[in-house]
């Protein structure tokens, strides 16, 4: 089993989350506009429809896990897998994988972790989440200045445990791209179509979002009460 010394503590590999509620929304987003977002990374997002790419954005609170409870934002987008030569669309996502763009969090060993771990773009941030009610609501600001302000409606719970998902996120971080393997099993899930409403500020995200078309009415949205995660050992791509 591999271990890693992060601040004085091993963390061993996977990387457990035992406890952690998730909310977002899907946004189909112009692919020219998301491409030019990730330039930097060599990536190259899935148009899952004509001139159509996948933006997700997602407020999570990490009650237990390895590496401790916090606050995380993520921006990311629905990429075509390094290598894949088939087609991706939204009734066929097999040669699709997810980029992590950019993830605030609220508390530094988890920055750390993620940064040195897996390549994670993890920054320092402020993320004000609301989740006593059945509107779950996240105030993401950094450097003082609002990044947005997300509202994420109720929806319609979907009965029994989800199954065990076996994913993949990729990385871009000092010139160095990753696959981080990830599996997740989720319970409470509640998904409607649209169902969020955004709110962007002055900060240079919030610009690549405006970019991008939003705020818009987004494809999906939903709420995970709880969920349970184990983060494999990263790999490099190039």
Same mark, same amino acid.
């Given at each position: 089993?591999?271990?890693?010394?992060?601040?004085?503590?091993?963390?061993?590999?996977?990387?457990?989350?035992?406890?952690?509620?998730?909310?977002?929304?899907?946004?189909?987003?112009?692919? /020219? *506009?998301?491409?030019?977002?990730?330039?930097?990374?060599?990536?190259?997002?899935?148009?899952?429809?004509?001139?159509?790419?996948?933006?997700?954005?997602? =407020?999570? /609170?990490?009650?237990?896990?390895?590496? #401790?409870?916090?606050?995380?934002?993520? !921006?990311? =987008?629905?990429?075509?897998? %390094?290598? *894949?030569?088939?087609?991706?669309?939204?009734?066929?996502?097999?040669?699709? *994988?997810? =980029?992590?763009?950019? !993830?605030?969090?609220?508390?530094? =060993?988890?920055? $750390?972790?993620?940064?040195?771990?897996?390549?994670?773009?993890? $920054? &320092?941030? #402020?993320?004000?989440?609301?989740?006593?009610?059945?509107?779950?609501?996240?105030? &993401?600001?950094? /450097?003082?200045?609002?990044?947005?302000? !997300?509202?994420?409606?109720?929806?319609?719970?979907? %009965?029994? %445990?989800?199954?065990?998902?076996?994913? /993949?996120?990729?990385?871009?971080?000092?010139? &160095?791209? +990753? +696959?981080?393997?990830?599996?997740?099993?989720?319970?409470?899930?509640?998904?409607?179509?649209?169902? @969020?409403?955004?709110?962007?500020?002055?900060?240079?995200? @919030?610009?690549?979002?405006?970019?991008?078309?939003?705020?818009?009415?987004?494809?999906?949205?939903?709420?995970? @009460?709880? @969920?349970?995660?184990?983060?494999?050992?990263?790999?490099?791509?190039?």
């Amino acid at each position: 089993m591999a271990s890693h010394l992060i601040q004085g503590r091993t963390v061993s590999m996977p990387v457990r989350v035992r406890d952690v509620m998730v909310c977002g929304a899907l946004y189909l987003v112009r692919a /020219d *506009a998301a491409r030019a977002v990730l330039a930097y990374s060599g990536l190259d997002v899935a148009e899952v429809l004509p001139g159509k790419a996948v933006c997700v954005l997602v =407020f999570a /609170d990490y009650r237990d896990g390895d590496l #401790d409870s916090y606050h995380e934002f993520g !921006m990311a =987008f629905l990429i075509r897998r %390094p290598g *894949a030569t088939g087609s991706v669309g939204l009734a066929d996502l097999r040669n699709a *994988a997810a =980029f992590v763009h950019w !993830m605030p969090v609220d508390q530094g =060993f988890t920055l $750390e972790a993620g940064r040195s771990l897996w390549g994670v773009p993890k $920054e &320092l941030a #402020d993320i004000d989440l609301r989740l006593g009610s059945p509107y779950k609501r996240c105030v &993401l600001s950094r /450097d003082g200045r609002l990044v947005l302000d !997300m509202l994420v409606k109720p929806a319609a719970p979907l %009965p029994g %445990p989800g199954p065990v998902i076996a994913l /993949d996120a990729y990385t871009h971080r000092d010139g &160095l791209t +990753r +696959r981080i393997p990830w599996t997740v099993q989720t319970r409470g899930l509640r998904v409607r179509p649209g169902g @969020a409403l955004i709110r962007l500020g002055n900060h240079p995200i @919030a610009k690549e979002l405006s970019e991008l078309g939003l705020p818009k009415r987004p494809l999906l949205a939903g709420t995970v @009460a709880h @969920a349970t995660m184990a983060l494999e050992e990263a790999e490099l791509v190039r």
